[in-house]
């Protein structure tokens, strides 16, 4: 079964970094596509970065292109690097994943969600 657990949130200054880290400990997550969701006070989940099953194609929204890198190794783990962290970034961030046939992330009904992790930006 395909369940998420996800680390690394905390409390970060704006303009600051973070790394977000998960994992699924009850499946292989190299036959899987992985996706980063945000959900920030009253609003919907949102997709912010998914990186394909081979790990050579990724994916971002638009407003983190160029702040935010998605990467997976070969231990099972899916990271997300957060950089130029602003206060309209806090939020609670998820994981979740999708098994997939090509190498593509975008545009799938992902399952599996993680409890979150909360990232709050402040001062």
């Known amino acids: 079964q395909l369940q998420f657990v996800e680390s690394g949130g905390g409390l970060v200054q704006p303009g600051g970094s973070l790394r977000l880290s998960c994992t699924a400990p009850?499946?292989?997550?190299?036959?899987?596509?992985v996706g980063w969701f945000r959900q920030g006070p009253g609003q919907e989940r949102r997709l912010v970065a998914c990186i394909g099953r081979g790990g050579s194609s990724t994916d971002y929204g638009e407003s983190v292109k160029g702040r935010f890198t998605i990467s997976r190794d070969a231990e099972n783990m899916v990271y997300l690097q957060m950089n130029s962290l602003q206060v309209e970034n806090t939020a609670v961030y998820y994981c979740a994943g999708v098994r997939t046939i090509d190498t593509a992330c975008f545009h799938y009904k992902y399952y599996g969600w993680g409890q979150g992790t909360q990232d709050p930006v402040s001062s």
């Open positions: 009850y499946a292989k997550l190299d036959v899987y596509a």
